[in-house]
């Protein structure tokens, strides 16, 4: 448990910050309460995930082109799976549960680690894991992803 919090702690976000020069600079932060404490899953997206997904989930965040992987466009997702939305699937990826390993690190934060350790009123990362709470947050994202599913 030590080992886990530990490596929870040391977790970090990435931010980016733009510069006069129009290149990209990224920053690691941790998450804060008040990014996620809302539960619409647009304000937890756009806090935390736009800067690498963009706003509108095609992978054209303002991040991308500092970024060692490719972005996932996320308003395919169905498309790529026979017009169904792989709700667990997705739940999973967000969450962190489902790594492939076979690819390596995608390089996509594991937002339900983050999600267990902060709590209301906190800024950053505590020391109290909250299923809860991380589920919940898990939730309403993968809820605005679906909604970002071309028709």
């Known amino acids: 448990m030590k080992l886990m919090q530990a490596t929870v702690v040391a977790a970090v976000t990435i931010l980016c910050v733009g510069t006069t020069f129009g290149e990209v600079v990224i920053r690691e932060v941790q998450p804060k309460w008040e990014d996620v404490a809302n539960l619409d899953g647009d304000v937890v997206f756009n806090n935390l995930c736009a800067v690498c997904h963009g706003v509108g989930g095609k992978g054209d965040g303002p991040a991308v082109s500092a970024l060692e992987h490719s972005v996932p466009d996320l308003t395919i997702i169905a498309a790529n799976n026979d017009g169904v939305y792989p709700?667990?699937?997705m739940?999973?990826?967000?969450?962190?549960r489902h790594r492939d390993v076979a690819r390596g690190s995608s390089g996509m934060p594991y937002w339900g680690e983050h999600f267990m350790y902060l709590q209301p009123g906190r800024s950053g990362l505590s020391g109290t894991p909250n299923r809860l709470y991380a589920w919940e947050r898990?939730?309403?994202?993968?809820?605005?992803?679906?909604?970002?599913q071309v028709k």
């Open 87 to 89: 709700h667990e699937l």
């Open 138 to 148: 898990t939730h309403a994202l993968n809820t605005h992803v679906e909604s970002l």
């Open 91 to 96: 739940k999973n990826v967000i969450f962190g």
